[in-house]
Nanobody, 116 residues
Framework: QVQLVESGGGLVQAGGSLRLSCQASGSTLTFNIMAWYRQAPGKQRDFVGLITSGSTTAYASSVKGRFILSRDNAKNTLYLQMNNLRPEDTAVYYC??????????WGQGTQVTVSS
């Protein structure tokens, strides 16, 4: 069974940084597109950014210039470096592997809380 497990969330002050990781297990495939989403309390799940297997990236305008996606294909791991965090970045962050042979796969999420 293919699983995605996020880690690295926590509590940080505004202006600080966090690095999230998403480890894929149960498959040796390199997923072409992996993405991060986030969901704040009472709000819909929003796109944060994506990265292809060739390391092409795309970001939501709200995080562009502050967040950086990267991946280690050999380790089947996705990263999200979050800098200059703001209280409005507070959310549960979810990792996604898109259009895999098993469909879209989601992780369980990791909480990020930014205090003002």
């Amino acid at each position: 069974q293919v699983q995605l497990v996020e880690s690295g969330g926590g509590l940080v002050q505004a202006g600080g940084s966090l690095r999230l990781s998403c480890q894929a297990s149960g498959s040796t495939l390199t997923f072409n597109i992996m993405a991060w989403y986030r969901q704040a309390p009472g709000k819909q799940r929003d796109f944060v950014g994506l990265i292809t297997s060739g390391s092409t990236t795309a970001y939501a305008s709200s995080v562009k210039g502050r967040f950086i996606l990267s991946r280690d294909n050999a380790k089947n791991t996705l990263y999200l470096q979050m800098n200059n965090l703001r209280p409005e970045d507070t959310a549960v962050y979810y990792c996604q592997a898109r259009a895999t042979p098993w469909g879209d796969i989601w992780g369980q999420g990791t909480q990020v809380t930014v205090s003002s």
